[in-house]
């Protein structure tokens, strides 16, 4: 079973800035496309960001575009997603998901997903 681990969540204020981090102890996904997704209550898991696996290209939603900047380390086997500028729409449990071949929107489209960490913003 693989696992990916993430961590970085917490409450923040309107406008401010949290940086998530995924990390893929096993180096299982380096040669895949990694993104996150995230789920607020009561809604469908959302699609926030994703990159190839050689870190050259990114999607991003229109919702986070130009606020969220999403980053592999692949010599520390971790996923980034650096947020900023966050509103309250952007609380939610959030997800790092890996093993897609493509930039996939679809959760589906990724063979395994982590625990989910937790972002609160406040008003």
Request: hydrophobic share 30%.
């Amino acid at each position: 079973q693989v696992q990916l681990v993430e961590s970085g969540g917490g409450l923040v204020q309107a406008g401010g800035s949290l940086r998530l981090s995924c990390a893929d102890p096993e180096r299982t996904f380096k040669s895949y496309t990694m993104g996150w997704f995230r789920q607020a209550p009561g809604k469908e898991h959302e699609f926030v960001a994703a990159i190839s696996w050689s870190g050259g290209n990114t999607y991003y939603a229109d919702s986070v575009k130009g606020r969220f900047t999403i980053s592999r380390d692949d010599a520390k086997n971790t996923l980034y997603l650096q947020m900023n500028s966050l509103k309250s729409e952007d609380t939610a449990v959030y997800y790092c998901a890996a093993g897609s071949r493509t930039l996939a929107t679809q959760l589906r489209e990724y063979s395994d997903w982590g625990q989910g960490t937790q972002v609160t913003v406040s008003t």
